[in-house]
């Protein structure tokens, strides 16, 4: 039993380790309908995301295209990759928690063995923290969308600029 659980954990230790070697961001894989929004000469438009469906501007596109469009942007894409850092995990905890309830109901209700209701409390646990960890991915899909947005244009978020004041000097002026 403990040569399993010590597998598993290597191998989810493995899994979280190839999210962080697979940051390949900052490549520039535009696709045909990726190019015809760039073409426009600097007039990216908007992502925004409605119910599951996802828009450039007013048109419906793929979520690959928002990805590949996202990765454009080095700001946006290092929360992307964190995004998915916490996203791949979350669902092989989901997926072995829906094993855990599933199994241990069958084991407690089939044999009435009391090892079937700890499988389903810690398939319960399991999911529970997969659905956290789903809340969190999303939570940085956002803020990578947000920056993506912020930096229309290839701008930066971060923005110094001089000002000419009321008596004659300048003035310093950042704006986020």
């Known amino acids: 039993m403990r040569f ?29 309908q990726e190019s015809e929004i760039d073409s426009q ?7 925004s995301r409605v119910d599951n469906q996802w828009y450039i501007g007013s048109t419906p596109v793929e979520e690959d295209i928002i990805v ?10 290092d929360d992307y990759s964190t995004a998915m850092m916490f996203y791949y995990p979350a669902m092989a905890i989901a997926y072995t928690g829906g ?17 079937g209701m700890y499988l389903t409390l810690g398939g ?14 999303n ?20 923005k110094v600029k001089l000002l000419p004041t ?3 000097g300048l003035a310093l002026a950042f704006s986020f």
């Open 99 to 115: 094993f855990g309830i599933g199994y241990g109901l069958v084991t407690w209700i089939m044999q009435g063995d009391d090892v």
């Open 4 to 32: 399993s659980i010590s597998v598993f954990f290597l191998s989810l230790m493995v899994f979280v380790g190839t999210s962080f070697a697979q940051n390949d961001f900052y490549k520039n894989n535009n696709t045909s």
């Open 124 to 137: 319960v646990v399991l999911a529970g923290v997969a659905i956290l960890l789903e809340k969190v991915s």
């Open 139 to 158: 939570n940085y899909i956002d803020s990578s969308i947000e920056l993506y947005n912020k930096n229309i244009g290839n701008d930066s978020a971060f």
């Open 68 to 77: 590949n469009a996202i990765k454009s942007n080095p700001l946006s894409a």
């Open 166 to 168: 009321e008596q004659g």
């Open 41 to 47: 000469g600097n007039q990216k438009k908007i992502i």
